[in-house]
T-cell receptor, first 113, second 115 residues
């Protein structure tokens, strides 16, 4: 299984940008990079995903390295509500239509007021 | 839409008891999943289903059973509860078509303690 490596924790100040890194050196050509986050005492929620090109949505931006061995989730202006565990996940298409996600421990983001 | 709902929110079981965790989604999603999350850890996939009548094992299926008789419901059964099954259980669903966009929507979780 293709794996990801993330820092255990990061800190940011409110209203500052946050760059959350993820290494996935064994990524295969068909693996999509997904990011989910889990707010305290809640289930995970989808943030963003991409394959090769950088992606933007209302929540965040995803910057993908040219060799696809790493990616960075960018929160442009962190708020206290962004404090959560952020998971970088490679979506494995294991044949047929089995879209399984394998969650690691993620990065615990603390946002300081 | 209520999204993905799970019942109960909390439950305490004695060793050897059995119970069913309920999960329902109203988004007409084909795919449904059960995960468990132990303290300080990421989620681990227990079972998943790609449609009514079809289920398959995930990473940690031992001690659990599932069924999928309708598109909406995906109950998880614990037959002989053990302390190692103390965890938070999340149900999720996704559209599941052959597309790049397969966002999983998660329920609020069931916190289970086995004593």
């Amino acid at each position: 299984d293709a794996k990801t490596t993330q820092p255990n924790s990061m800190e940011s100040n409110e209203e500052e940008p946050v760059h959350l890194p993820c290494n996935h050196s064994t990524i295969s050509g068909t693996d999509y990079i997904h990011w989910y986050r889990q707010l305290p005492s809640q289930g995970p929620e989808y943030v963003i995903h991409g394959l090769t090109s950088n992606v933007n949505n209302r929540m965040a931006s995803l910057a993908i390295a040219e060799d696809r061995k790493s990616s960075t989730l960018i929160l442009h202006r962190a708020t206290l509500r962004d404090a959560a565990v952020y998971y970088c996940i490679l979506r494995e298409d294991s044949g047929g239509s089995n879209y399984k996600l394998t969650f690691g421990k993620g990065t615990l983001l603390t946002v300081n007021p | 839409n209520a999204g993905v709902t799970q019942t109960p929110k909390f439950r305490i079981l004695k060793i050897g008891q059995s119970m069913t965790l309920q999960c329902t989604q109203d988004m007409n999603h084909n795919y449904m999943y059960w995960y468990r999350q132990d303290p300080g850890m990421g989620l681990k996939l227990i079972y998943y289903s790609v449609g009514a009548g079809i289920t398959d094992k995930g990473e940690v299926p031992n001690g659990y059973n599932v069924s999928r008789s309708t598109t909406e419901d995906f109950p998880l059964r614990l037959e002989l509860a053990a302390p190692s099954q103390t965890s938070v259980y999340f149900c999720a669903s996704s559209l599941g078509h052959a597309t790049t966009y397969n966002e999983q929507f998660f329920g609020p979780g069931t916190r289970l303690t086995v004593l």
